[in-house]
């Protein structure tokens, strides 16, 4: 069983600071800045990209409304909200997980860079990527 799904049974103990039939929320244990929270679905997937939609909805309102909570008792000044998929992209827990992190200030412990890399030939991009039917 995967540490978060030991997390969601209490088999190891969290600071929870929401919780209902789908969804969880609780302190991450290395406070990248103070109030750095995770959101996890209760049933296991392995990220972002397979979790179902019924689930991903509801966390991502959850998510909302718990980065606005947080916003205001903490008195943030911004906030990213982020999920890793894979190991590549610097995914740590294989079971899906959405950050919520607030920001203070650009100095805090929080660095997120974009780096330009090689040029792109945007036209090139596009035909490729370009989706002609409305999704759902
Ligand atoms: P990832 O790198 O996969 O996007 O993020 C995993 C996160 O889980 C990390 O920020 C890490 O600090 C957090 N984490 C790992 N193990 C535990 C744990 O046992 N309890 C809590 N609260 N957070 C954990
Ligand atoms: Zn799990």
Redesign the pocket.
């Known amino acids: 069983m995967c540490?978060f799904c030991k997390?969601i049974n209490k088999e190891?103990p969290?600071?929870c600071i929401y919780e209902d039939d789908l969804v969880m929320a609780?302190?991450?244990?290395?406070q990248?800045t103070k109030g750095?929270t995770?959101v996890i679905p209760k049933k296991h997937y392995k990220n972002f990209l397979e979790c179902d939609n019924e689930t991903l909805s509801h966390l991502m309102n959850i998510a909302q409304s718990l980065a606005n909570m947080l916003t205001e008792k903490l008195h943030a000044k911004g906030m990213n909200i982020l999920?890793?998929v894979n190991e590549v992209a610097?995914?740590?827990?294989d079971h899906f997980?959405v950050?919520l992190i607030p920001r203070y200030n650009k100095e805090d412990a929080c660095i997120i860079q974009f780096n330009e890399s090689e040029k792109q030939d945007f036209d090139d991009l596009t035909r490729l990527l370009k989706v002609e039917k409305k999704i759902n």
């Open positions: 540490i997390i190891i969290s600071y609780f302190l991450d244990i290395s990248v750095h995770l999920t890793n610097g995914q740590t827990v997980h950050h």
